[in-house]
């Protein structure tokens, strides 16, 4: 083949990056104007990372850890670099013009998978921009879920390679599943990949079952073994993010608490009301084909609505923003999980004319994703998972397993389309297909139109608990209706103009090509105008607006330049990391902060806040109120911002950098600890847990005036003290203790501390003047980067190995 047929080959998709490129850009334009997405998660990470982006602007290697969060965490899962990985280029390209990349990066990855099926191109454009359009996409990424975004877009190339390994070539396939599950892991969203390892491991084993029938076993564990390897590999190219995560997962909220309770909801992982908090309601599963019927987001009525015109009427115009679209059974929702109501019916219509084995196990994925995305609302099936399927007690929201359903529902509908423009499938079972397909999912959007009461009740349970008055539930129930049948009717003519441009090509009366691009047009016109709805340009914003302005309190508290934290009770304060930005916060928001300073919060932190919230205004003098915050005082909370405009209150009785005490208390578990420091003077006592009772040597540790401890130096993975001790002291330094990497030396000879006060550490310093060091350095980290280098190069080797092999190969047929 010479350079010109290469070039003719190409050019079909060349013209699908550019489809999805325009498609990107034009849904995201204010980006060519310089302006940038805000989201609520976007901004959050800005402000967390803010302390480990100036450290690695300014020494060019990784702090690995940051006190400008819930007073001191690994950054694994804020902001870490693992250079040992080699494709983290092409992740890093994959996301420099976001959220547009996302989109593009989903449709090439779908456009992948449906060429490994042997699509024509033209079906395979279409089919990507229905599968990167599909709305779950939009609210994430409205939300400024990112890595979620990406995790998502490699998922449909990793498990079609996958596939291909398994059905075509073993070892391109094995390349491929490699490289997409290397940038999937990459991506660092572990929900996303868990959940995609489950949809692979369903079809594997279908894929067992029908090897095992054909008589192709030994073929299927050659194959299994070949992918094993690549597994091996990616997760070796990942090994840093993998051993990291792992390790700090030990110690995070996704762990078990060592505080005994009587708590049924407890798993190994998170607490069994937390993961299901978010279960889609049985019923809701209707809006995969009609985005309105549940309501679609938590947003107010407009002004013309039944609702907000019965409130005025009634001198409530106060209450209009407190009713919601959305009636369904969640706390509250950014949107619906709508894949489309074509991609519905070529869906139902795959199931009739696809005969080839996708169809048994991506309706087997289906049930599983949708059954157990109920959560709540189908106990039985959850509580199976998450007591005995390893992992799954890990992740929050149990919706975002709908994750597999919007990957295998497109890809059915989409080998459905393919299989009708292939003619691989006879006419007559096509038109037969379409008459039940059509008369499924168009049947059941008209019979929402005429009949809206069979969709419930339109209340939501939250207003069921409240007795409200005729006329508002009659208006809440007008609009509401409204809204599902608006939507319904929408999906039904979108289903019969589908059906419509497939029988006008059966039949002859329209061209391949023109009825590929009618329904590519339906599939862009369908989800376009769905996703406006949750995410417009009015999102966009210029780029200055991201940065935020420090306030009149934080202005004062910058001038301060020792180490010290803050407390910000202008702001939620363990749910917004705003503080983290300019301070280093007692406060902050993650997802996965770690477990002790959590019950931290829940036991002293909260309790210590609502008394100075309390007391603040009363005729108490501040040194009163601080006399009654013990956790605060040890976590050395200088500062207390109440009002942004005003200067902060400042706390006199914060414990400092360290601090002698001159007696341990040692007590027998984690909930006699967390009660103890809640009821010691923590200036003069230090709560130790037994386990750590071989370090503490003395029953009291008496010291002088003379007996000095300060902080000579710091940075995030290196803190510097300086003592001068008259005799053998305790000293207990207000730093989070995390045993995973966290070192101590004096005078340069390493030397154990231990955990006191719950969080803190702390350490027994001998006579004399010293110094003493604390370095993060976790060997996880250093040796996950060595194992990612490794695997980098072995893989390397192998994609140049494969290259040569197949250039002989084409060389001896030639």
Known sequence: MNISENIKKSLPHLLAVIIFIVVSLAYFYPLLEGKILLTNDGTVYANSSKEISDFRAKYGEEPLWTNSMFSGMPAYLISTVFRGNVLRFISTISILFRPASFIFVMMLGFYILLLMFKADYRIAIAGAIAYGLTTYLFFIIAAGHNTKAVALAYMAPMIGSIIYAYRRDAIKGTLLATLFLTLEIMANHPQITYYAAMCVLVFIIF????????KQLAKF????????????????????????????GKYSTRSQSELQNADVNQTSGLDKDYITQWSYGIDETFTLLI????????KPFGRTSETVTALRRNNLSQYVNQFQQYWGTQPWVDGPVYVGAI???LFVLGLIIVKERERWWLVAAIILSVTLAWGKNFMFLTDLFLDYFPGYNKFRAVTTILVIAEFAIPFLGILALRNIFNGSTSKNEILKGIKIAAGITGGLALLFVIFPKLAGSYISPAELSIELPDWLTSALIADRQKLLRSDALRSFLLIMASAGIILAFIKEKLKKEYAILSIAILFLGDMWFVNKRYLDTNRFAKKEAKIPTPTQADLYIMQDTSHFRTLNLTVSTFNDAVTSYFHKSIGGYHGAK?????ELIEHSLSPDITHIMQTANSAQTLEEIFDNTPTLNMLNAKYVIYNPDAYPIENEKALGNAWFVECPFLVENANEEITAINNTDLSVEAVIDKRFGNLVTKSSYPHSDRDTIMLMSYQPNKIVYSAMCSGEKLAVFSEIYYPAGWKSYIDGIETPHFRANYVLRAMVIPQGNHEIVFKFEPASYYLGNKVAYASSGIFILLIIGHIISTIRKKRKTE
Do not use: D, H, W
């Open 207 to 214: 894929e067992g079952i029908s090897a095992l029938q054909e």
């Open 221 to 248: 564990v050659k194959s299994s073994l070949i992918l094993l390897a690549g597994v091996i590999l990616a997760v070796g190219m990942n090994f840093g993010t993998l051993y990291t995560t792992y390790e700090y």
């Open 291 to 298: 985005p309105n019927f549940r309501g679609g987001a938590c």
């Open 343 to 345: 991609i519905m019916f």
């Open 594 to 598: 770690m477990q002790r300073y959590q």
